[in-house]
């Protein structure tokens, strides 16, 4: 295989979410919101969240207050929504690096690979969301990074493994992708790209279109791809 660029997954494959930092963000949320009379608990605070991020997955929303906006609104809340957004914001900037935690060897293998190939950052992911990959430390490891916000598709729609090869300047059959999700592997084998399986997240077959799919490898945990490449 004359391999030249490795695309990787971010959540679930280098990184994933801690519960208890993921629970003091969406409490923040609630203690700000009681202020103004918001009456749901927990669970439904935490619904309309996902709601949001997932809508901002997919490019609908150009900038955080578009989310809060619309965060909001799906809430009912409409008075002093610029004053409520701010306190949001600093919510945000407060807690958001405290919800993802990178995987053992996650760095260590990114380091390896970064002297071997070009590398690109490819993920479904929420606006901001750079700004945690970047206090992450992961930003200086890639040549590229396409998140799905950014660029209006989500995997596994071909076009953001276009992009992504096209930032690298590699063709398909150059590289592999990396990920934890069948989906998203499928989605990348239909461009071209070899593909590697880490059996790390919680919903490995989610969405699959083919539960008899069979990556071109897998491992266990993010740390042991360097052995296939």
């Known amino acids: ?12 494959t280098l990184a994933y979410i801690d519960e208890e930092g993921s629970r003091k963000y969406i409490e923040a ?50 008075n002093k929504p610029e004053v409520l957004i701010e306190e949001l914001e600093k919510v945000r900037s407060r807690y958001s690096t405290n919800i993802f935690r990178l995987y053992n060897g996650a760095t260590q293998v990114l380091s390896v690979l970064q002297k071997k190939y070009r590398l690109a950052l490819v993920s479904n992911c929420a606006i901001g969301t750079s700004d945690v990959i970047k206090d992450l430390g992961l930003t200086g490891y890639f040549d590229c990074i396409t998140l799905s916000y950014a660029v209006g598709v989500r995997k596994p729609d071909r076009q953001i493994y276009l992009d992504a090869l096209k930032c690298l300047r590699l063709e398909p059959y150059e590289c592999i992708f990396v990920a934890d999700e069948i ?47």
Request: glycine share 10%.
């Open 29 to 78: 949320l609630l203690s700000i919101l009681r202020k103004c009379s918001y009456r749901g608990n927990f669970d439904e605070l935490a619904s309309g969240f996902d709601a949001a991020i997932g809508n901002s997955m997919k490019g609908e929303l150009k900038n955080l207050q578009e989310f809060w906006s619309l965060f909001l609104k799906n809430l009912g809340i409409h």
């Open 1 to 12: 295989m004359n391999l030249k660029g490795v695309l990787i997954d971010f959540g679930d």
């Open 183 to 229: 989906s998203d592997l499928e989605g990348a084998r239909e461009v071209g790209l070899k593909t590697i399986l880490v059996r790390q997240g919680p919903h490995t077959y989610h969405e699959a279109k083919d539960s008899n799919f069979k990556p071109d490898y897998q491992c266990d945990f993010i740390s042991e791809i360097a052995k296939f490449l």
